[in-house]
């Protein structure tokens, strides 16, 4: 028997491919719909959503590949398939016992609510009127509570919320979820604590420089090519445009970044740009060989979002890297940033302070912010509470939490599109992922000989590769939690990531 | 029997609704590769648009569509079905012979092959190099020979290219193309020489001003809110983008023009944009009821073309037109307007002279532009030459017709991306639509009262209105030169064209 896969599992892995690059194309449209398609159009792209998604489910529960799936397995050459074609199969397996079980009709409705949903919250935030998103966010979370519970069962989770963490994070339950969050409660507090009462700290460090959006935009460019993302040379594969949530959208050799440029707030964009570049760094590095097959995507949100606060947050609010970076931005924001200084400049990057957004917050609040979003969310899909309740749950929880008064609900529950966008489940991949970042930046400490140097030298080569090949390449081989143990030798654990955290402000507040 | 569709039509027109929604994803789709797409994406954007055509050509091909054609043809309620639904019908089943007798690899060849040579010709114009264009083109070539093949028998035309010609300007013969072409071409000369023979003829005329693209920009905006094509407003269904070569794309809620800006050719981003606007408006104007059916699109290139051209040309470079926006052009373009008349302005503007590139043509030789196109196009797909033979026949055409010598090709045979695109036997569409624009123009004197006044005032709604009503708003609901017909009274012919231009540059010339 030669190592050639046999006749039925190309055959699969060819309809798989069908399926992938439709989804590419839906991919494409969603992308344009956030940032080029004339607002008319709305109604008219999410028929043009509804329609691809239903193609796609069709074609993902078609008979031929239920019984193509079946064949391989009863074949006596299955046990010829290496570890990559078993994984494949597996995948894809999963994924079809989970299309199939829900019905055309029901995904068809989800993808139309959810442009829908999308465009209502885009006007509601902008009115600061939740009573314009209410109603179709009732429809959207009603059809995700149908999807499931349906899931649940074929997943064979608990509950219904739980499978749709699974979506995001597959194989991670909601006790681990629960553990993760309590331990970094308690630790994040008594740093918070800690830093609050040091006699350095300074509760109102702000950076106030006027800067055009031409000059952000070229910080942006600095910033993608220093860490390795092209979006300029003849051969690019990417690209960055503005939209007003910042996100990362693509596959392969098409992976394109958004951000945003306000003026009076230059750190937004260039904190969202490394958050966006990190995942368009990941993406990238997939191994090409796995193109067009399920192992050619990373395995979930948390180990995306691992990748994009690295570049974010452990890489891009360092001394090393503003170290090589201050100069060349105080270059291009001249004169506003004259007399400041390195060190007053980390200051402000890493400033300290609960706050009421959650994409502006500091690493040590930032994850409370999550904790808020996956209380309410669990209660919401355990039907607690109901959408009708959400304002004055998130309000509550923002001032028990953090101690903030929201004074409106563009600013409270209506900041992230997650919701809109049907994402239930995804809001715990942000702090899963700062917990495996914690965990990586362990193994990188022990593997990249003078790392925190070479970035200082602006050198993010050795870094980049040691990620490609322990982390990003791997795509869906591994479920996160067995990439990550064969990364750190560890389980998930939060202990890292908090310890990064101690290091980090003890030398910046001297406590 | 009520005067409601019976179940077969409604549940055929279900399927020819799904059918359009996924040509607008392919719209979308092609648009974003020429506006949008990060330069390695070319493979992968080929790998979805062909997959998209390949479920196109399945479901459009579908054994129920046929079975639904039979039995609504069988029906005893047929005769119940009224003008719209028949036509419907009619055009369902032209295209379902015709995709039929297509087979799936081809349709899935063509459209790879297509955007590899699209790409291949950007390369080959850029360097100014055929040979990096040529293998790909004699690839493109070839498909479409086979598919003219095929269609010429369905379509029951006498020869391939006519089969070609057929899919753009349906109904029309060869015969009746040459007719028009050799009339046209004796009347244009005449008057060319009249022009040229004329004492106020100044043969260099022309104006170098340079304008920055940001003031483009702006004059674009005031363009296209002139004419009255929205891309700014909250409710807009358009927008403005650059590309080399300027196009119009997408359907009824989303319609989307491209231009470019030169800052030393100011006027070629202003006709683009009218141009473009014509395209436009004519798309935006399609009677709404007819979304998603067959009638609810513009019926052939030619119409299309003529309305681009109206408002290009008839409006755009007229008198009337200029003397309500010089004065808000000279604003925006200060000072270097600053001494130009509004007399010198038109021409410049209006300005004849035999020119290489076709899309810079003066009204007079444009048509000798597509002349030259049309014969080459007519040899190639008679076999009487070779891809190989293009730029030789090409350049020596130029010479012998437009006294021309071509120095390279990419201002010869490489300057339209048309051929690589796979557009053969669409040129003859923009000199068809300049005659249909004549015989408009003549309907719109007879209807429109005042309607230059109105056009000097800036005031374009009654025109567009009386231009919605008896164009474009049909859709494909006659045949080409029925609508024609309905409109002018007469069937195609050049005296109305011929009589605008004489009347137009006797006025201009004193001739």
């Not at 004339?38 to 691809?52: C, F, H, I, M, T």
Request: with cysteine; aromatic share 10%; charged share 25%.
């Amino acid at each position: 028997m030669s190592t050639q896969p046999f006749f039925s599992y190309k055959k699969l892995l060819d309809r798989i491919k069908d399926l992938i690059i439709l989804q590419n194309v839906q991919g494409i449209l969603q992308w344009d719909m956030e940032t080029m398609m004339p607002p008319r159009a709305v109604k008219q792209r999410s028929q043009q959503l509804a329609l691809l998604s239903r193609i796609e489910h069709k074609m993902s529960t078609s008979l031929e590949i239920g019984r193509l799936i079946k064949r391989i397995k009863a074949n006596s050459n299955y046990e010829t398939l290496d570890l990559y074609q078993k994984r494949n199969l597996y995948l894809i397996e999963k994924n079809y016992e989970e299309q199939k079980s829900l019905p055309e009709k029901l995904i068809a409705e989800k993808t139309k609510q959810q442009v829908l949903t999308v465009n209502s919250w885009k006007k509601a935030k902008l009115r600061k009127d939740f009573s314009l998103l209410k109603p179709d966010l009732e429809k959207l979370v009603e059809i995700h509570k149908k999807i499931a519970e349906i899931l649940a069962k074929v997943k064979r989770v608990k509950t219904p919320y739980n499978a749709l963490i699974d979506i995001y994070e597959p194989k991670i339950s909601t006790q681990t979820v629960n553990r993760i969050f309590s331990q970094l409660q308690k630790g994040l507090e008594a740093l918070l604590k800690k830093i609050q009462n040091s006699s350095e700290y300074r509760p109102n460090q702000k950076n106030i420089s006027l800067v055009a959006t031409e000059k952000q935009k070229k910080i942006s460019q600095l910033l993608t090519r220093t860490l390795g993302y092209d979006t300029f040379s003849s051969n690019s594969g990417g690209r960055i445009d503005e939209t007003e949530h910042p996100f990362t959208a693509g596959y392969f050799d098409d992976i394109r970044i958004t951000t945003h440029y306000y003026p009076n707030d230059y750190l937004s964009s260039i904190f969202s740009i490394l958050h966006e570049t990190g995942h368009a760094i990941c993406e990238q590095n997939i191994n090409q060989e796995f193109k067009y097959q399920p192992i050619g995507s990373i395995i979930s949100s948390g180990i995306h979002e691992s990748q994009s606060r690295l570049y974010e947050n452990i890489i891009g609010r360092s001394k090393e890297f503003w170290t090589y970076l201050f100069p060349k931005l105080k270059q291009i924001v001249s004169p506003q940033l004259e007399n400041l200084s390195l060190n007053q400049f980390l200051l402000f990057i890493n400033h300290v302070k609960p706050s009421k957004i959650r994409i502006e917050a500091d690493e040590v609040t930032y994850n409370m912010h999550i904790l808020i979003r996956y209380q309410i969310e669990a209660a919401l899909f355990e039907n607690k509470i109901e959408v009708n309740d959400l304002p004055e749950i998130w309000n509550q929880k923002y001032a028990d939490i953090l101690g903030l008064k929201i004074k409106n609900d563009a600013e409270g529950l209506m900041q992230d599109s997650h919701w809109a966008n049907g994402y239930y489940g995804y809001f715990p991949s942000y702090t899963i992922g700062n917990i495996y970042c914690g965990q990586i930046l362990k193994a990188i400490k022990k593997s990249v000989i003078n790392y925190k140097n070479k970035i200082a030298f602006g050198e993010l080569a050795d870094i980049n590769q040691w990620l490609k090949e322990k982390v990003h390449s791997h795509g869906s081989l591994y479920d996160s939690n067995d990439l990550i143990k064969k990364i750190s030798g560890e389980n998930i654990t939060t202990q890292p990531y908090l310890h990064y955290l101690e290091e980090k402000y003890r030398e910046l507040y001297n406590i």
